[in-house]
Each structure stands twice: as structure tokens, then as C-alpha cells.
């Protein structure tokens, strides 16, 4: 063999060996790698990310601004984790968009139902919940569909919606008893719901609770026995803990504390709980900073909402609350959360035993920790669990995505 010839068997080796060397590095890595980003399917300028998971769909929903003024609603569908082309629900100038109070998707039996803020006068916080319903089968979407038919011009929002027998279960803060009457006195926000049907007819209205948080997110779940709400309360005290109404047959159960924090605060801390149910299990997630101590709290119930468990402390010190929780079985929950500290801000989860055992953690992303980054979702379909936020820099916002396999934990 020639000099060269031999020069260029060497040169083939050592090329076949550093690419055998980089495919075990990328193997490696994509192994140690624990959360995976995925390929967002919101463009920039987009923020207010919802999840939505049944037992075999995961839909994402979220706003893209366009221009100045111009909001327009999108969402997309997960097929084998690959985002699918986006889908334009609604588009409008005449929104109210808010960091905190975000519309929401929802399917049922291939049924859509989704929801906007649509500004009711020009006072600040007047705006309404319209809704959207595409029934399966058809292409074009029936918009701005009434919630609530009180017409004032007050604050409407923090909707709850979930499939519930052959229709939508949808929950909300109305305002309408704080509009100022004739002495300048002003009533409290209400907690209420109803159903509304898989082509948008609201029927069976109710008012939950008379006097309620102003603006923290609603929560609740489909137990055994029904609807469970589950939402921030407020007593004469300015005590502003976690409660829940449960509908028994026709009945809707009285306001019950599910923890009693003794939070005493004069404004709202935009800080709702968050709630899944798997049987007759129940699970709650919230924060709280009472006795000046921020935390995030978890606990469990297996009556349906009945009784709970004492609470599990899940983090405290530098965290910010805005949290999602999901079930993995009866006995195991996942719950995430925001935490801050020396200036750097983290969205985390936690697997999370009944039994008390010892928390295991793991970072999701690092996120601006101001407004602007919203609130995280997190949804868990099979064995794979599902992260959306907004990604806030100085150059805009854009919604992004990730995924963990559940093995993770």
C-alpha cells in the first residue's frame, strides 16, 4: 500500500470514529436531557398560553398581537409531539387582554368551545366572556356567544370550563353587583356558573357565592358526585382563603374553606388555585402568604371534595405562586409552580406522594418572573407531560412549549 493510500485509510478511519463519537454524544445527551423543548407553534408577539388535555387530545390555546390593537385567538393540536398547523379562532380590537385572566379551549366528544374578554364600555374593567362553540362536524366557528346576559358594565372573567354530560360546565367571577347604584355603593364580586350546550345555549345559571375574591383564577373538576368549584373566597375579615361548592344531585353545596390559612389581605393577590380529580380523588394546588410566609400548598381528598387532607407543603420562601396540578394516580400528584431568587426566576414541579414522602423536583425553564411571563400551564396525557408559558424578553414575548416524560420523576 502507497504512502497515500495509506494516509487516506487513516483519514476514513478517524472520520468514522469522530462520527461514531458525535452520535454517542447526541444519544447521550438527548437521554440526560430531562425536559425536551418542542417546536412552538405560536409566532412572536404571542403570550396567554392555555392546556388542554382529555384522555386522548391535547390542544393548546393562545393570542398573538398584531400591530397595536389587533388580538387574535389560535390554537393548535398535539398528534405524536408535534404541534399541528394552527387554527384561528377569533380575531378582534376590541378585547380585553390581561396577563392573569387568559381565554381558554376546551373539546368535548370532538365538540370545540373557547372564550374571549370582550370590552363592554370604556371604563377599565368592563368587559365581558363571549364565547365560541365549533359543534363537530362543522368548519366555521358561531363567535361572540353570551355567558351571562346581566348587561352591565362591570368585570366578567376567570373562567373555568370542562366537559360535563352531553355539554361544557363553565364557572366565572361576575361583577355584576359591584356596578355603583343610586347612594355610590357598590355590592361584591360573585362567583357563578351554568351550562352551556355543544352549540352554545346557556342553561341552569347560578350564583355560587355572593362575595368572593376580585381577580384570582377559578379552578375545579368533574368528581363522582359532580362539579366541584374551587376558587379564592373573601370573608367580612378580608380573609382571603381557598374555598369550594360541590353540586350534589340538583344541589349546590354552601361555601367551605378547604384550609384555613388566615390570609388577611385588602387586595387581591391574582393567585388562583388550581384543581384535577381522577375517581373520587381530589386534588388541590395553591398559594398563599399568610403569616407572611409565600408558599405553595397541595392536599388531597378522596370523598370528592368532601374532606381534605392537611395540607403538603410543596415550596416556600422565594416562590410566586401561579400554579397547575394534574393526577397521576390516587395517591400521586404533579403540581408546578414559580419560584424567585437572586434575580433569577424558575418554573419548577414536583412529584408529590400522599403519603408525605419526600418531594422530587425538577427545574422546567428559567422566565422573566414580572406580569408580562403570565401564568405557566401544564398538562399530563399517558405518560408524558406537557409545559406551556411565555417566553418575556426585551425583544417581545413569544409561547413556548416543552414536554418530560413522567419516568423523569
Known amino acids: ?24 454524544k447526541e444519544k447521550i ?38 400591530g397595536d390593537s389587533l388580538s387574535v385567538l389560535k390554537y393548535a393540536e398535539m398528534v405524536d409531539d408535534v404541534w399541528q398547523t394552527p387554527n384561528e379562532i377569533i380575531k378582534n380590537t376590541d378585547w380585553f387582554v390581561n396577563w392573569a385572566d387568559y381565554p381558554m379551549i ?3 366528544e370532538g365538540n370545540l368551545w373557547s372564550h374571549v374578554l370582550k370590552k363592554s364600555s370604556n371604563g377599565t374593567y368592563s368587559y365581558d366572556v363571549k364565547m365560541n362553540v365549533l359543534p363537530k362536524g362543522d368548519s366555521v366557528w358561531r363567535s361572540d356567544l353570551a355567558l351571562h346576559t346581566d348587561n352591565t358594565p362591570t368585570e366578567h372573567g ?25 347612594v355610590g355603593e357598590r355590592g361584591a364580586m360573585t362567583l357563578r356558573a351554568a351550562e352551556v350546550s355543544l352549540h352554545g345555549k346557556v342553561s341552569s345559571e347560578v350564583e355560587l357565592d355572593a ?6 383564577q377559578t379552578t375545579g373538576a368533574i368528581t363522582e358526585n359532580g362539579p366541584v368549584v374551587i376558587y379564592r373566597d373573601r370573608s367580612a375579615q378580608e380573609i382571603r382563603d381557598i374555598s369550594i361548592v360541590r353540586k350534589i344531585g340538583d344541589t349546590w353545596t354552601a361555601p367551605k374553606t378547604i384550609s384555613s390559612d388566615h390570609w388577611n389581605i385588602k387586595g387581591c393577590p391574582v393567585n388562583g388555585p388550581k384543581a384535577a380529580a381522577l375517581q373520587n380523588t381530589l386534588v388541590v394546588a395553591w398559594f398563599t402568604a399568610a403569616q407572611e410566609n409565600p408558599r405553595v400548598q397541595l392536599v388531597f381528598s378522596d370523598d370528592n371534595g368532601e374532606n381534605f387532607d392537611l395540607p403538603i407543603p410543596i415550596a416556600d420562601g422565594h416562590v410566586l405562586g401561579r400554579v397547575d396540578v394534574d393526577l397521576i394516580d390516587s395517591n400521586t400528584a404533579l403540581v408546578s409552580w414559580m419560584e424567585s431568587k437572586d ?12 403519603k408525605g414522602t419526600p418531594l422530587t423536583k425538577r427545574v422546567i425553564t428559567t422566565m422573566d418572573g414580572s406580569r408580562k411571563s403570565g401564568f405557566p400551564q401544564m398538562e399530563l396525557l399517558g405518560e408524558t407531560i406537557y409545559f406551556a408559558w411565555t417566553d418575556y424578553t426585551e425583544k417581545g414575548s413569544k409561547v413556548e412549549t416543552a414536554i418530560m416524560d413522567l419516568k423523569e420523576f
Open 1 to 24: 500500500m502507497n504512502a497515500c493510500k495509506y494516509l487516506i485509510l487513516i483519514g476514513l478511519i478517524l472520520l468514522s470514529n469522530a462520527c461514531l463519537d458525535q452520535s454517542k
Open 29 to 66: 445527551t438527548k437521554k440526560e436531557a430531562v425536559v425536551l423543548t418542542l417546536k412552538s407553534p405560536a409566532k412572536s408577539s404571542s403570550s396567554l398560553p392555555f392546556l388542554f388535555a382529555n384522555d386522548s387530545q391535547l390542544l393548546l390555546s393562545w393570542v398573538e398581537k398584531i
Open 106 to 108: 376546551a373539546v368535548h
Open 158 to 182: 376567570f373562567v373555568t370550563v370542562l366537559p360535563y354530560n352531553n355539554a361544557f360546565f363553565v364557572s366565572w367571577l361576575d361583577g355584576r353587583n359591584t356596578e355603583e347604584n343610586e
Open 211 to 216: 362575595t368572593t375574591c376580585d381577580c384570582c
Open 343 to 354: 434575580k433569577l426566576t424558575t418554573l419548577k414541579a414536583a412529584k408529590v406522594s400522599r
